[in-house]
Each structure stands twice: as structure tokens, then as C-alpha cells.
């Protein structure tokens, strides 16, 4: 069956960085975007950044400048790199597979983060 799973979150102060890993098995991830999305307490889920089977990219403007995303075909793995994290990136953060109508049918089960001194 198709899976995505997330690794990478943990507990960071103020101004760390993570490396979140999505890793896909039972289908080939290049051929699909692959976008990040977070959802935090009280919160709806929101998405942070995409990148298309062709390489583009998109991300959140609360998240523009301090995450990156990007591919690596080869280990069939999407990373989100969080940098200058603040507490308000809490959340859990999960990584879907979609075709180009925007429709994503593949959901992993999400990472947790936590910025806390």
C-alpha cells in the first residue's frame, strides 16, 4: 500500500532548525507534488510549502525565508528544512502526495514539533 512517513520533529528553542523527512513507499514520489502542511492546537490545518514533480516550489509567507523544501529522488524522500523556528511553528507537521488537480491522496501520519525554551 502506499504510505508516507514523517521523521525529523522534536523539541527546539527559539531560533533552531530541523530537518523533517517525508519518506514514500509503494509508489515513485517523483511522480507526484508532495506538499507540507502543519496543524497546531486550536488551528486549522494549514499548508507551508509544496514542490512539484517539476522542481517548483511554493511556501507560506509566514514561513518564507526560514523553510526549504526539496527532493531527493533517489531515496524516494521530500525534506522540509525549518530554520529560525519560533514558538508559533508548534504544531504537528504532516506531508501529502497530490496530482496536479490539487487533490493530495496520500497522507502521512505527522511529526511533531515543539519550539519551547
Known amino acids: 500500500q502506499e504510505k508516507l512517513v514523517e521523521s525529523g520533529g522534536g523539541l527546539v528553542q527559539p531560533g533552531g532548525s530541523l530537518r523533517l523527512s517525508c519518506a514514500a513507499s509503494?509508489?515513485?514520489?517523483?511522480?507526484?507534488?508532495i506538499g507540507w502542511f502543519r496543524q497546531a492546537p486550536g488551528k486549522e490545518r494549514e499548508l507551508v510549502a509544496t514542490?512539484?514533480?517539476?522542481?517548483?516550489?511554493y511556501y507560506a509567507d509566514s514561513v518564507k525565508g526560514r523553510f526549504t523544501i526539496s527532493r531527493d529522488n533517489a531515496k524516494n524522500t521530500v525534506y522540509l528544512q525549518v530554520n529560525s523556528l519560533q514558538p508559533e511553528d508548534t504544531a504537528v507537521y504532516y506531508c501529502?502526495?497530490?496530482?496536479?488537480?490539487?487533490?493530495?491522496?496520500?497522507w502521512g501520519q505527522g511529526t511533531q514539533v515543539t519550539v519551547s525554551s
Open positions: 501529502a502526495a497530490g496530482g496536479s488537480g490539487g487533490n493530495w491522496v496520500y
Open positions: 509503494g509508489f515513485i514520489l517523483d511522480d507526484y507534488s
Open positions: 514542490i512539484t514533480s517539476g522542481g517548483s516550489t
